[in-house]
């Protein structure tokens, strides 16, 4: 099932209002990790570009001052910027989750038809409001 789509019914809904809670308040989970996992993962992609800059930067560096070059630095030349996309992807994604929670949050209790108040109270949670 999507997220986007309602959810099938074989038959009437037997399940009652606490049932339908849980499940909206598990895609609501879902969703806030899908779209952290999507932005780190966009992030640490494009950490990769300036990883091989800064290896390749420092090695040059090192050959022009010393004639030799030490992988150990080189390796923290690649290190640090990756590690640095990777610090912005986490940032940038939570930013996004926290723009998004309550939309997020009124779409799902329209399609659990549940009270978007208990909802919008787990997502402060989940976002640190």
């Given at each position: 099932?999507t997220?986007?789509a309602?959810p099938?019914r074989?038959?009437?809904?037997?399940l009652?209002?606490?049932?339908?809670?849980?499940?909206?308040?598990?895609?609501?989970?879902r969703w806030?990790?899908?779209?952290r996992t999507?932005?780190?993962?966009?992030?640490?992609?494009?950490?990769?570009?300036?990883?091989?800059?800064?290896y390749?930067?420092?090695?040059e560096?090192?050959?022009?001052?010393?004639?030799?070059?030490s992988?150990?630095i080189?390796?923290?030349?690649?290190?640090?910027p990756f590690?640095?996309?990777?610090?912005?992807?986490?940032?940038?994604?939570?930013?996004?989750v926290?723009?998004?929670?309550?939309?997020q949050?009124?779409?799902l209790?329209?399609?659990?038809?549940?009270?978007?108040?208990?909802?919008?109270?787990?997502?402060?949670?989940?976002?640190?409001?």
């Amino acid at each position: 099932m999507t997220d986007e789509a309602p959810p099938y019914r074989h038959m009437p809904d037997v399940l009652g209002e606490s049932e339908r809670e849980d499940e909206a308040t598990r895609a609501l989970g879902r969703w806030r990790e899908r779209t952290r996992t999507t932005w780190l993962a966009i992030f640490a992609v494009g950490g990769l570009v300036p990883a091989g800059i800064g290896y390749w930067g420092l090695t040059e560096l090192q050959f022009r001052m010393n004639d030799w070059a030490s992988l150990r630095i080189s390796v923290l030349g690649a290190v640090l910027p990756f590690i640095g996309c990777l610090f912005a992807g986490r940032f940038i994604g939570n930013r996004v989750v926290r723009a998004r929670m309550m939309g997020q949050v009124d779409r799902l209790a329209r399609l659990y038809e549940i009270p978007a108040e208990r909802l919008a109270e787990t997502a402060r949670l989940l976002v640190g409001i």
